[in-house]
């Protein structure tokens, strides 16, 4: 089909949720996608964080054909080897290199948003012995779009159409404005480290280790939307463990199965569920938990012989060289690994640089006001990074 029949398809039966850009992609190779006109682009964007491994990665195609041939799903009434290894592996690789473990569990659904839902129930689960329901969040975060995980997103704007809302959230300005939020009602603080949404700045490192050691002391959780940092996006498993703290649930999603749906909670509240709590059909099924076992060797392995910091350094200094080549484009870079963005001198300018990358063959993504966000695949070779950056400035030049 061409892009006007598709289009023409969409427009009529789809809802209109979304502010498509005018391309439909038909196959990619790693960090490369193709159109149905059969134009190359270089992929920044990586399906927003998803396409971890690459696009058509072999090894993961591998995977999941083999799984397709065997056993897609039963349901989770019974023991699922796949989602028990997967949790194992999941745990253990946030685990490697800590000083100090301690136990912990997983649950398997199909999303982030689904992911925060499971952390929001955990929490409200924790306090409700002592009414502790409330949860803060920061504003300008992003949590996902079901009503709880709406709710729990920092920008009221997107709140707008659908109340009236569950009770029990309160949103903090920055870090330091979380302690002003504190009473005996919080039983939770979740929060984005570098924030996908609101600008790619990662948080402080010193002040997020000591609002951490601040919520212990008080026995209030602190739990990481991950959803998109996690799955070695900034360089390690969990960005948690790049900042040093041991958080009480971490949500992930995106990058776990390479592209086939999945999210995940992972917490040390090992007991806090009884049968019957949660649930989830498809969540965790032989399908997608075959798809993230796989995706996390190939990850461990980059991770382990030092090709993905080799990746990340490469990244960082192709970003640097934009900001000093275009100073009166962008003012700085930002971000942690491979979650990266340039900061716009003036933010009116975002939505025409996105436009004009994609029309010189390279992908990149919005955050925020006015930052152009990068989320490659892991896997992008130093090939694909530099003639995706001289696709950019391509772009940059026309403006
Ligand atoms: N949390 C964060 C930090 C995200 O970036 C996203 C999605 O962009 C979500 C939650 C929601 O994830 P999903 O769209 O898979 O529900």
Do not use: W
């Amino acid at each position: 089909m061409d892009l006007t029949a598709i289009k023409t398809l969409d427009e009529e039966f789809v809802l209109h949720t979304y502010a498509r850009l005018p391309v439909a992609f038909v196959r990619g190779e790693n960090a490369r996608v193709f159109d149905t006109q059969g134009k190359e682009y270089i992929d920044f964007g990586a399906g927003i964080a998803v396409s971890s491994v690459g696009h058509a990665n072999k090894r993961l195609a591998r995977a999941i054909a083999n799984q397709a041939q065997n056993l897609l799903h039963t349901s989770n009434l019974y023991f699922l080897e796949h989602q028990a290894k997967l949790a194992q592996n999941l745990i253990n690789l946030y685990h490697d290199k800590m000083p100090q473990t301690k136990p912990m569990r997983a649950f398997f659904c199909n999303s982030g948003a689904e992911a925060n839902e499971c952390a929001i129930k955990i929490a409200r689960k924790y306090g409700k012995s002592k009414n502790a329901y409330k949860i803060i969040t920061l504003d300008s975060s992003f949590h996902g779009r079901t009503i709880a995980s709406l709710k729990a997103t920092g920008q009221e704007k997107m709140h707008e159409h659908f109340g009236p809302f569950p009770d029990g959230f309160t949103y903090a300005k920055d870090i330091d404005d979380i302690y002003n939020h504190l009473d005996s009602h919080t039983c939770a603080v979740l929060l984005e480290l570098v924030q996908g949404e609101g600008g790619i700045s990662p948080m402080n490192k010193e002040k997020i280790i000591a609002l951490s050691t601040h919520l212990k002391a008080k026995g209030i959780l602190l739990m990481i939307d991950e959803v998109q940092t996690g799955i070695f996006r900034c360089g390690e498993i969990f960005a948690s463990k790049v900042y040093g703290i041991d958080p009480d649930v971490i949500s992930t999603a995106k990058g776990l199965a390479g592209g086939v749906p999945i999210g995940a909670v992972i917490t040390s509240l090992i007991d806090i569920f009884e049968a019957g709590d949660h649930g989830s059909t498809f969540g965790g099924n032989p399908l997608s938990c075959a798809a993230g076992l796989e995706v996390l060797d190939i990850l461990s392995e980059i991770h382990k012989n030092g090709t993905l910091a080799k990746t990340i350094e490469s990244f960082h200094n192709a970003l640097e060289d934009i900001v000093k080549t275009f100073p009166h484009i962008f003012s700085h870079k930002v971000g942690l690994g491979l979650m990266c963005g340039l900061y716009t001198q003036d933010a009116s300018m975002q939505t025409r640089i996105i436009t004009s990358a994609l029309e010189s063959g390279v992908i990149v993504l919005k955050s925020g006001k006015g930052v152009v966000r990068f989320l490659p695949a892991l896997t992008i070779t130093q090939e694909e990074i530099t003639e995706g950056f001289k696709r950019f400035k391509n772009a940059l030049q026309s403006l």
